[in-house]
């Protein structure tokens, strides 16, 4: 299994910009989120889904859209890109069945100029 | 309002000098209280769900345990590979506090 993957790893984009980060999971896990990171801020949940076709949002939704088409995959579109979202992402994904204990990827450093 | 907090927010360790990791927590209703480690450039990495005060888990070097309010993360006798930053999170909130970032030197 690769697990949770995410594209691409790093990302420069200017203002006013808007982009995909990519996140796939093959272990069929029913729920899936997405959080950022900050210095200082901990990590902070921007979206999550319990399944394909359920969404609902976090902590700091804002300036942010997600769908979820199928049990896999869960992107995260920035819709107009603003410096304030300069950060590192991270999606995760976890099963009932294992105490919702999560996955995570590898992150993609978002910088946005 | 729902919180998490971690403390102290750095700790610098001798190896093999013991020591303890805090993360007490406000939310109504926990359901479960994880640990995880996160290396610098790469993701969380789970280490423990913790459910019901009392409840106590083991891996190696390190030790969860939980209160009504807090739990802790126990190093013993760390090693230069445990350094990392670790971070605790309550679940159905999915609340993560701001982690302490944790070296151990030779």
């Known amino acids: 299994n690769a697990g949770v993957t995410q594209t691409p790893k790093f990302q420069v984009l200017k203002t006013g910009q808007s982009m995909t980060l990519q996140c796939a999971q093959d272990?069929?896990?029913?729920?899936m989120s997405w959080y950022r990171q900050d210095p200082g801020m901990g990590l902070r949940l921007i979206h999550y889904?319990?399944?394909?076709?359920?969404?609902d949002q976090g902590e700091v939704p804002n300036g942010y859209n997600v769908s979820r088409s199928t049990t896999e995959d869960f992107p995260l579109r920035l819709l107009s890109a603003a410096p304030s979202q300069t950060s590192v992402y991270f999606c995760a994904s976890s099963y009932s069945g294992q105490g919702y204990k999560q996955y995570f990827g590898p992150g993609t450093r978002l910088t946005v100029t | 309002e729902d919180q998490v907090t971690q403390s102290p927010e750095a700790l610098r360790l001798q190896e093999g000098e013991s020591s303890s990791l805090n993360c007490s927590y406000t939310?109504?209703?926990?359901?479960?209280l994880f640990w995880y480690r996160q290396d610098p450039g790469k993701g969380p990495e789970f280490l423990f769900t913790?459910?019901?005060a009392g409840e106590e888990k083991e891996k190696e070097r390190l030790k969860a345990t939980l209160t009504k309010k807090e739990s802790f993360l126990h190093i013993t006798a760390p090693k230069p590979e445990d350094s990392a930053t670790y971070l605790c999170a309550v679940t159905d909130k999915l609340i993560f506090g701001t982690g302490t970032r944790l070296q151990v030197f030779p």
């Open positions: 913790l459910y019901s």
């Open positions: 939310v109504s209703g926990l359901r479960g």
């Open positions: 889904s319990v399944g394909a076709g359920i969404t």
């Open positions: 272990m069929n896990h029913e729920y």
